[in-house]
């Protein structure tokens, strides 16, 4: 793990946005309170429908549990950023709850969701995700970024998954300032290794371990 720590709760409002000195805008992640500390055992946070398939029926995790739920979310959350809101709307992929949508119809856009992504299920939401990439209009670059960060984050099995560093790096380099660049070049000795991180307008990132 990067600083030996799990989130445990990746959402979009745990994220804070700011516009930096110089025009840009810096992402960064808040809300350490379900965290969990190397070694730490913990009940985990569950915040539908952005927890990973294991966290419905968990009692009890260890930090690297939380570390392969992070990594789930995170794909999640990507998905939510990259892709235009209106092509998730019309596959209803859209992970947040809409202006105008019944209590009842979202608790039944959770529990569709619950079923996606089940075990046993296969990887129904991932398969689902990348129907909608393929026929999304965004950049080629960014089209095989985000498919890699799907095949690779947003598996039903915890043990399949996988945080896709050395693809995401220079993307998220392209809006570091030198300060966090100097981060990088310090803390990164592998390909797929997490670390403090400033996103630019296009990424989210934050200080978290979510991935070991």
């Known amino acids: 793990m990067s600083i030996g720590v799990a989130h445990g709760d990746i959402k ?3 994220f804070l ?5 110089t025009g840009g805008f810096n992402c960064r992640m808040i809300d350490f309170g379900s965290c969990a500390i190397r070694g730490q055992k913990r009940l985990p946070t569950k915040s539908p429908p952005w927890n990973a398939p294991e966290l419905d029926d968990a009692l009890e995790f260890t930090s690297d549990d939380l570390i392969l739920s992070d ?3 995170f794909g999640l959350l990507c998905v939510q950023i990259i892709l235009p809101l209106d092509e998730l709307a019309n596959a209803n992929a859209f992970l947040i709850r809409r202006p105008g949508q019944t209590d009842d119809q979202w608790r ?3 529990s569709v969701m619950v079923g996606k992504k089940r075990k046993d299920s296969g990887d129904t939401l991932a398969s689902e995700i990348l129907n909608i990439i393929e026929k999304s209009d965004i950049p080629t670059n960014q089209k095989l970024l985000l498919r890699k960060i799907v095949n690779e984050t947003i598996k039903s ?7 896709p560093w050395s693809e ?3 993307h ?5 300032s030198e300060k966090y660049l100097g981060v990088i070049s310090s ?3 592998g390909a797929n290794i997490p670390l403090q991180l400033q996103y630019g307008p296009t990424y989210c990132g934050s200080t978290t371990a979510i991935s070991s």
């Open 187 to 189: 803390r990164v000795s």
């Open 12 to 14: 979009p409002e745990n």
């Open 168 to 170: 995401m790096r220079p």
């Open 71 to 73: 990594i789930y979310s």
């Open 172 to 176: 998220i380099e392209e809006f570091l």
């Open 108 to 110: 039944h856009f959770l």
């Open 157 to 163: 099995r915890s043990d399949y998954r996988t945080f």
């Open 17 to 21: 946005i700011e516009e930096s000195e």
